[in-house]
Nanobody
């Protein structure tokens, strides 16, 4: 099982980025895939997830209306479109899948830096 996040970078406040979570070696449509973020010295925070079985989505309050999660089953990839970025969105972003109630198979994260 592999999940790899990419697409991070440096952007000015108010700008946009699209993160990609490329997955392999599991049945994509059977799982929930989520995005988390973590800054040094802080706890990891859930940002958004999508249930590939029925398309249901969830967002943490701080990103509602600014971030959009989507899924492409043909590419086994989950995207996180981030608009109107704020300096407080600066973090390393990780993608992961949920299995038996547990988030697992964390890949390497991608760094998002938002300058003011």
């Amino acid at each position: 099982v592999q999940l790899q996040a990419s697409g991070g970078g440096l952007v000015q406040a108010g700008g946009s980025l699209r993160l990609s979570c490329t997955t392999s070696a599991f049945t994509f449509n059977d799982y929930v895939v989520g995005w988390f973020r973590q800054a040094p010295g802080k706890e990891r925070e859930g940002v958004s997830y999508i249930d590939n079985r029925d398309g249901a989505t969830w967002y943490v309050d701080s990103v509602k209306g600014r971030f959009t999660i989507s899924s492409d089953s043909a590419k086994n990839t989950v995207y996180l479109r981030m608009d109107n970025l704020k300096p407080e969105d600066t973090d390393v972003y990780y993608c992961t899948r949920k299995s038996d109630g547990t988030w697992e198979s964390w890949g390497q994260g991608t760094l998002v830096t938002v300058s003011s």
